[in-house]
């Protein structure tokens, strides 16, 4: 059967759900590859016109002939479906019942693990799904695809104008790539050199189609131009929007740095304050700061030196009075003590411990009992002849003694 428009409707009208249906018009619409661009148009017309079942097989079609291509390197249908099915898929997925949802995420499922399509293809197909599961049923999804194509969090508001001009950017990207590899191929084909010149007729309608093709390749990449200069443009204006908060959070930012300081240094400022036992206890009232003159006075842990209790070389209290000092003949003073002593009793002066320097301080104790006892020095040599009825009379000293003395 030759290739015409009416052939290739007449096959899909009869496609029907079983294996060998499916593959039997895949393997026609495969032999007429050079068609594929119209066979592809041809299929989404005939998908938007059928039931929701037919428009499964439909879907059953395209995975069949993808696959094949795939698999054959054959690119002419990947090209020729990528700008459409999306559009095909979501149609066919919007009137399904959930049964026929389940299969068609199968199917969608299938290209993914298997690159049917490229991925910005395979990720436009998965949202146009995800999107319809969202408005159905308080955005329930449906099925099998609910968990495995999320497409992840709905887009902030503030990105929500840039999503419409990306994905025209998208198929517009997707539709140009798929042409101009036509219309180059078409284009070194006509302007080959070591091609066979063919009769001026047919090389007339060979550049005619050359044209043809390369003014609709022409469309794609403006229509591409196009999308992509409406989203610059939203995404500028976002820019400028973003360069305004920017400026206002790091005023804020300023400000709150130097606040902060601020509280560190008054909070460095009160903490030494307490390490100096300045603040007093009422920390919830105002805490009040007192000079250390007022503090308690507390007793000191370390014991006062031995001179505070004994003390020696202080002069004595006021309130008594030096005992007077008889120099003792028998004391064997020094010999600048015993002069000055001399001198002193000669003169008529009284002698006192407090006169002579040879001597240390008496303690208070001391000089009263030297008071009581009549006076005189604590280290005053007796005489033994003089000192007791034991030792009256001569004292007589052995010969030995004497001449040791003598």
Same mark, same amino acid.
């Given at each position: ?7 290739? /409707?007449? @096959? ?9 249906? *499916?593959? %039997? ?70 009137? &399904?019942?959930? +049964? ?29 799904? !995800?999107?319809?599961? =969202?408005?159905? $049923?308080?955005?329930? =999804? %449906? ?28 198929? &517009? ?22 091609? @066979? ?14 044209? /043809?093709?390369?003014?609709?390749? +022409? %469309?794609?990449?403006?229509?591409? *131009? /196009? ?21 206002? +959070? ?8 130097? =606040? @902060? ?5 008054? @909070? ?12 007093? %206890? ?5 805490? #009040?700061? +007192? ?26 209290? $006021?309130?008594? #009075? #030096? ?25 008529? $002066? ?16 001391? /000089?009263? $009992? ?16 003089? !000192? ?19």
């Amino acid at each position: 059967m030759a290739y015409t428009d009416d052939a290739v /409707k007449a @096959k899909l009208s009869a496609l029907n759900e079983t294996q060998d249906g *499916i593959m %039997g018009v895949a393997q026609w619409v495969m032999f007429h590859r050079r068609h594929a661009d119209r066979t592809a148009q041809l299929w989404l017309q005939r998908l938007k016109d059928s039931t929701a079942t037919k428009r499964l097989n439909l879907i059953y079609l395209a995975n069949e002939i993808a696959q094949q291509s795939r698999v054959r390197k054959k690119m002419e249908f990947i090209s020729a479906f990528s700008p459409i099915v999306a559009e095909g898929t979501t149609t066919a997925y919007r009137s &399904a019942t959930q +049964e026929l949802q389940q299969k068609i995420r199968r199917v969608v499922e299938v290209w993914r693990q298997r690159n049917v399509f490229d991925l910005p293809v395979q990720e436009s197909i998965e949202k146009g799904l !995800d999107e319809i599961d =969202k408005t159905r $049923q308080g955005g329930k =999804k %449906g099925g099998l695809g609910g968990s495995l194509f999320s497409s992840g969090p709905t887009a902030p508001t503030e990105l929500q104008p840039l999503i419409a001009p990306q994905n025209d950017l998208t198929k &517009a990207e997707i539709a140009y790539r798929s042409v101009i590899e036509t219309a180059n191929a078409e284009y070194d084909r006509v302007t080959n050199p070591d091609a @066979k010149a063919p009769t001026p007729p047919v090389h007339a309608h060979q550049l005619s189609n050359v044209l /043809k093709t390369l003014a609709n390749a +022409e %469309g794609a990449v403006a229509q591409s *131009i /196009k999308c992509r200069r409406t989203l610059i443009e939203g995404l500028e204006k976002l820019l400028a929007t973003n360069r305004t908060a920017l400026s206002t +959070e790091e005023t804020y930012h300023y400000e709150l740095s130097s =606040k @902060k300081t601020t509280i560190e240094a008054k @909070k460095r400022e009160v903490e030494d304050g307490i390490m100096r036992g300045l603040t007093s %206890g009422h920390a919830g009232n105002g805490a #009040a700061y +007192e000079d250390e003159t007022n503090r308690p006075d507390v007793e000191q842990l370390t014991p006062p030196p031995v001179e505070s209790l004994t003390p020696t070389g202080s002069p004595p209290p $006021q309130d008594q #009075a #030096a005992a007077p000092v008889e120099a003792d003949a028998s004391y064997d003073y020094p010999p600048q003590t015993r002069a000055e002593l001399d001198g002193m009793a000669d003169a008529g $002066q009284p002698v006192s411990h407090e006169s002579n320097p040879g001597f240390g301080t008496v303690p208070s104790s001391l /000089k009263r $009992q030297m008071s009581e006892e009549g006076g005189g020095l604590p280290f005053k040599r007796r005489s033994l002849k003089n !000192d007791g009825p034991e030792f009256a009379g001569e004292v007589t000293l052995d010969a030995d003694v004497a001449d040791m003395l003598g």
